[in-house]
Every structure is written in structure tokens, then in C-alpha cells.
């Protein structure tokens, strides 16, 4: 008999093949792991998610948008605002977000996280160097924004991106707020907002 277990409707729930309290405590360790998942990160997720980071940024521009210790904190104080993919309980995706309280992104809004605001701010999406061009990015921002719909008092979503990116977040919902006041090193950014209000149902077109 399969046991359903999920955090919240959005979160794809998993099956536990056989009910837990029928196994043997040696059976019961050698459980399978789900082959995909998507749950909140935890500040013990910190170390795969920086890895990920850092071969995503640091090849790149040099510049991490998190660095290691902005990552545990964030996890540490708003976790139901992240988002991981876990593969056979490797992490190959994952998207953190923060709470925002003024219209538009500052330099403040990098390193800090105000609670109880209707904005979120998406700090970083990356997905594994083995993983992208699968669809897995647009798969997991997906159902971020769609987890966020559920997350009562939020209404929308901001983020900041290269020019290059604008288009990947535009087929994904957001709108243009025109240039960022962020800047960082001699990288400039584009703002972008989603509205989190109505479509909580809307499928994706792949049908995901
Ligand atoms: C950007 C990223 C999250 C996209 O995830 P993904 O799983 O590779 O993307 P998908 O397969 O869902 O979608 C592919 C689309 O992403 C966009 N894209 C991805 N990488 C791109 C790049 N380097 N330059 C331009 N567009 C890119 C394109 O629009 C592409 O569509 P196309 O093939 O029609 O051009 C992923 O490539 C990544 O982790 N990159 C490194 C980190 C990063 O830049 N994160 C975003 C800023 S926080």
C-alpha cells in the first residue's frame, strides 16, 4: 500500500512503498529514495546548494549572488521561501528567496531578509552544470511561483538579472521594471516582477 507524503499541495508528493510501522527497524533504514522531489531547503542543504553556486557564478562573473554564509542564514530565516529539486537525494536544482518590503530592489535587499512582506525576492536560481538546457530551470521556477501562490499574504515576486536572462524570465511570466539600481562589480541588471495573485491552478503549457 503507497503512503502519500507531502508539506503542501504544491510540493510533488512521494511514495513510501510499504507503510512504515509494518518494517523492521534494519528494513526501515534501507528505505529508497524517492527518484525526484521538491522540498524547502534546510540550512543542512547549505553546502550542495553553495556548490552549485559557485561553479554556476564564479566561472562566469567572478561573483556569487550568495555567498556561503548568506545562504545558511537564509535558510536558517525564511526556508519556506526556498525551493530545492532533489534527484535520488542529490540536489540538482534549487531557487532562495527573501522577504521584501519596498517597491523597488535596493543594495540592501542582497543581503537581508524582511519578514512578514508581501514581496519575495529571488535571490538565485541555478541549476547543476550536468542539468540545464533540460528544462529543469523553467520546470522548478515554475512550481516555486506556483508554491508561492499558496504562501498566504504574498503578491508578487521580484528578481534582478543580466540582460541576456530577461528573456528566460519573460517566457516564464515576469514582466520588465526596467534597469536595477544594483549594481555589482561592473555587472548592471534588469528588474523583473511576477504577480503571484490569481491563476493559483494555471497548468503549465508542457503540461508539468
Ligand atoms: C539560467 C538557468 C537557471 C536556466 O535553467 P535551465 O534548466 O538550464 O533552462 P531551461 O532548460 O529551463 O530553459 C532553457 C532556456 O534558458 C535560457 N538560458 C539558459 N542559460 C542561458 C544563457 N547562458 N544565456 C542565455 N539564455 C540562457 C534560454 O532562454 C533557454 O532557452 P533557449 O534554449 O530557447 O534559448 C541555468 O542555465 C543556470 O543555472 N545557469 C547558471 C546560473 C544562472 O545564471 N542563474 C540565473 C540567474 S540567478
Redesign the pocket.
Known sequence: MAQQVSGSPFLKPFSLKTPVRALSPRRQRRHTLPASEFRNLTPQDAISVFE??RE??VS?SGEC?LTLEEVLAFLAQCPELSLGWFEEGQLV?FVIGTGWDKERLSQEAMTRHVPDTPTVH????????H???????????WRYLQYLRCVPGLRRAL?I??D??V??YL?AGFKEKGPSAIAVSAMRFQEMEHTLCGQAYARRNSGV
Open positions: 552549485i553556486e554556476a557564478f562566469v549572488p536544482a529571488i535571490h538565485v536560481l541555478s541549476v547543476h552544470r542539468c540545464r538546457y533540460q528544462g529543469k530551470g523553467s520546470i522548478l521556477l528578481l538579472c543580466e541576456f536572462l528573456p528566460f517566457k
